[in-house]
């Protein structure tokens, strides 16, 4: 629920709301300043990415308050065509579906929203050729790739998609349904209750995702969820009996995973309609909630299917030339609702192979693997290193998913939340690009980077979560992780090529969505916090060096002891973390200096004090706070004006809040000369310079700091040497 309040002056905002941890309490405000003649460091689009999938509907983008709001949070790109299906998403089929977002209309939504498309490829059922194609029609000026571009999209530019991940989560065992490979750890594929189980670890599925081979989608694997059927978990095709198809005494199946290899197909035909019907209804009795009642009902429906009794003989099916289609034509008359399964090999050509010929159609493009090779192949294949250096990726993909939060927020810790993204930096992604360094100059290859796709503050159904994730703790959360790792990359800390949030818009109210449609279109407080933080820091922004905060307030937060199995103790352990996160940005062209300031406290508000570099002479600043119930989805929006004294700006940041402060400047040629006026008497003279030498050597809460890098040296000295004798006007 958003509750919309603008206010004319600074409100001083109570706290309410309190959690576990505490806060160290401090006598003075926060006060931040920034360094003279910062330099502007450009934000990436790809850091902007929002996850915008094929399966949303259409008419819920393509409206003038969509529309608005996506350009509001000055998207960078769009990943598309989505997670777990686009490992078997065909584009071109899906073009004659205008209900749902295809790649025609993304295209369109893109150039009205200013936004690159980011795209991921299907590989579960592409081959190298079919990727290369798509790769010329979306970015290849030929006159060739122009015409169908026109045919396809109504559009004759290419488009320029630059990333592209290759597959999505392809190492998860939910993924089988899409991908002629998938993985899982410990995965067993099953057949028959009588015959032995293949045992499929995940250094062979990882294998055969990077080189491709031979598999026979004969079985079963058990239902995980992500669309996973109790019949699309059997790994050949099923196919229910039309209509046409019983008039015609033929039916047509197009297998999911060609082209079939030679001589192997088997196709299983239950001609009794009273049990293929009868067996419908097995996903409703098959309980998701634990592994033993599904997988025993699936072994059922296996063992009723692949009976010996319904096995046809060869003369009763064939196969199309190209391998994808079988054709069934039974001794028996073809009934509708007739099931039947097709079990085949096939053959593929792995992730190498499509890699290569992508970047043959386009070597500018980046490419993303979507299976960490560290992992189970490198250093445990012969000739690994090899192929990797023949085919390496731009990046690897990362979904980093929370885990644990439901404890934190049920405990009351909520700033603890929010401080799990400086973990991801410290503690996850630094040391895995350290790494990735490390073999790509053993290797001698390009540094390969990082993508985030996918995250959220967590993963959950439509109303099945605890509501504050819905309000300012996901906002919050949203804001802290966009801001951290734009920040992180320009300091030069990670090279991040990608970072998706997850997801757009869609109808219902699931938390992961950053808008809602429930009959008209509804924002978040993760549409709102991105927009905050997109609208300051989502162009440019500073690097941390140039800017300086005293008294950041410091947090007592907790964490769960964990056993060696990483199983929670009951012990707590506490830790220090700042409360404040601020960023800034010099908007030039405008002569407006803006900061960001998350106040990731849960128990307090806290003062700030901000003041302009000594060339700029601010007038009334703006501020529009976004703040909110921990413990619920409500939340409000404040705005309203500041004007300095003596030269700074008081702020008062509520609890777990996300606040903008725009200050509008005139650039001033004398006003740091009257910086160094130390005793105001105006002029820079011998008085002043004794003050300054008095400091020399400070390097925290200096009074003569000319320079405002946070100590005083021989460059201040020289700033003041160059100013010595001037008169302050």
Known sequence: MKQLSPICIIALITACFFSLNTSAQTSTAT?????????????????????????????????????????????????????????????????????????????????????????????????????????????????????????????????????????????????????????????????????????????????????????????????????????????????????????????????????????????????????????????????????????????????????????????????????????????????????????????????????????????????????????????????????????????????????????????????????????????????????????????????????LTEWNIRLCGDGGCNPAYSGILGGLYTANFYSQFQQAQANGELDIRLSNHFAGVASGNNLIHMWHHNGTLESTPQSEATRLVQDVIGDQMMVSSDIIIENNPILTLYNQVLDTDGNPTGALESYEAEALKIYAHDDIANNTVEFLILNNDDASNHIIEFQLPCDRIGSDATFEILSGDITGDSYSINTGITSSIAGTYTLNTPLFSVTTLKIPYTPSATSCTCFADFNGNGTVETNDFLDLLSEFGCSSNCNYDLNANGSVAADDILIFLALFGEVCF
């Open 31 to 451: 006060q931040v300043s920034l360094a003279n003649y910062p330099i502007p460091h450009d934000v990436p689009a790809s850091l902007k990415g929002v996850n915008q999938t094929a399966n949303t509907s259409y008419d819920l983008v393509y409206n003038t308050a969509f529309i608005n709001e996506f350009k509001a949070i000055n998207p960078g790109t769009m990943r598309f065509p989505g997670g777990t299906f686009a490992n078997s998403y065909d584009w071109q089929l899906e073009l004659n579906d205008s209900t749902n977002l295809n790649l025609k209309n993304t295209i369109q939504l893109a150039n009205e929203v200013g936004a690159e498309i980011n795209y991921v490829i299907n590989y579960g059922t592409t081959t190298p050729a079919e990727a290369a194609e798509l790769v010329h029609i979306l970015n290849d000026p030929a006159q060739t790739y122009e015409d169908l571009r026109l045919t396809y999209f109504g559009v004759t530019a290419p488009v320029g998609v630059k990333y592209w991940e290759l597959g999505n989560e392809l190492a998860a065992k939910w993924t089988w349904h899409v991908s002629w490979v998938a993985g899982g750890f410990g995965q067993q594929i099953r057949y028959r209750t009588e015959d032995p189980r293949l045992y499929m670890p995940r250094t062979t599925t990882d294998y055969l995702h990077y080189y491709g081979g031979d598999i026979s989608r004969r079985g079963w694997v058990p239902r995980y969820g992500d669309g996973m059927t109790v019949f699309n978990s059997m790994l050949g095709t099923t196919h229910r009996v039309t209509g046409p198809e019983e008039l015609n005494s033929e039916a047509v199946i197009d297998v999911t995973f060609g082209p079939i290899t030679a001589g192997s197909v088997v196709v299983w035909f239950i001609s009794d309609t009273t049990i293929s019907i009868g067996l419908e209804d097995e996903d409703a009795y098959c309980d998701s909630s634990t592994d033993q009642p599904c997988e025993a009902i699936q072994q059922d429906l296996y063992d009723i299917v692949t009976e010996p009794a319904n096995l046809l003989s060869p003369s009763e099916y064939s196969v199309s030339a190209d391998g994808k289609t079988v054709t069934v034509t039974p001794n028996i008359p073809l009934l509708e609702n007739q099931l039947i399964l097709v079990e085949y090999d096939t053959h593929h050509e792995g992730a190498f192979a499509i890699r290569d010929a992508m970047k043959a159609a386009d070597p500018s493009i980046e490419i993303g693997y979507c299976i960490d090779f560290r992992q189970n192949l490198l250093g445990n294949v012969p000739g690994f290193e090899d192929s990797l250096t023949a085919s390496p990726p731009d990046f690897l993909i990362e979904h980093p998913y929370n885990k644990g939060t439901d404890i934190a927020l049920n405990n009351g810790y909520a700033s603890e939340i929010i401080h799990l993204v400086d973990d991801k930096i410290s503690d996850d992604f630094i040391p895995s690009e350290t790494e990735l360094d490390g073999i790509c100059a053993t290797l001698g290859i390009p540094e390969i980077g990082l993508a």
